[in-house]
C-alpha cells in the first residue's frame, strides 16, 4: 500500500497526533499508515479521508500482489 496521507496532512497543518485524535487512533497507528505499514480498516480510511477532506482513493494506493 502505497499512501499520500502525509502530504494531506501538511497541507491541513496538522500534526500527526492532531489527526489522530481527529479520528480516534493513537499516533503510532498515523505513523504505521504514512510509512505504508499498516492497512486502515474501511471505518478508519473513512474517517481519515472525512478529516482532511480527500476521498479514500487519494489517500492510500493499494497495490495488487
Known amino acids: ?3 499520500c496521507m502525509k502530504e494531506f496532512r501538511a497541507r491541513h497543518g ?3 497526533e ?3 485524535a481527529k479520528v ?3 499516533r503510532e497507528t ?3 499508515l504514512e510509512k ?3 492497512n ?3 471505518k478508519l480510511a473513512h474517517n481519515l479521508a472525512k478529516a482532511l477532506h480527500a476521498r479514500i482513493d487519494e489517500l492510500f494506493i493499494f497495490e495488487e500482489d
Do not use: D, E, R, W
Request: net charge positive; proline share 5%; aromatic share 20%.
Open 14 to 16: 496538522f500534526t500527526q
Open 36 to 38: 505504508g505499514k499498516y
Open 30 to 32: 498515523i505513523v504505521f
Open 18 to 20: 492532531t489527526l489522530a
Open 40 to 42: 486502515p480498516s474501511l
Open 24 to 26: 480516534g487512533v493513537c
Open 1 to 3: 500500500m502505497y499512501t
